[in-house]
Nanobody, 112 residues
Framework: QVLLVESGGGLVQPGGSLRLSCAASRSISTYDMSWYRQAPGKQREFVASITYTSSTNYADSVKGRFTISRETAKNTVYLQMNSLKPEDTAVYYC???????WGQGTQVTVSS
């Protein structure tokens, strides 16, 4: 497994933006990476993924508002979140599916 550490969460007003980061303890150059989220009382759900060739995929609920990217030289994956809504409030987790690795999560709260 790989150690994944998320950062960048916080409290933001509706319509605002945040950028989450996921730093890996070793090279991610040949691995697909994903972001998931879990809201209180709900199951964890897929948010976005990026392949090792940088192809991306998004949940319908975030398409057009969120952007996933990777910086292989820094072993880091990002999630740029724009036009945030209260329903985006959740703990956001980074994942490396092939190794079944998960980070500890970072809280995102969207509220006025």
């Amino acid at each position: 497994q790989v150690l994944l550490v998320e950062s960048g969460g916080g409290l933001v007003q509706p319509g605002g933006s945040l950028r989450l980061s996921c730093a890996a303890s070793r090279s991610i150059s040949t691995y697909d990476m994903s972001w998931y989220r879990q809201a209180p009382g709900k199951q964890r759900e897929f948010v976005a993924s990026i392949t090792y060739t940088s192809s991306t995929n998004y949940a319908d609920s975030v398409k057009g508002r969120f952007t996933i990217s990777r910086e292989t030289a820094k072993n880091t994956v990002y999630l740029q979140m724009n036009s945030l809504k209260p329903e985006d409030t959740a703990v956001y987790y980074c994942s490396q599916p092939l190794t079944a690795s998960w980070g500890q999560g970072t809280q995102v709260t969207v509220s006025s």
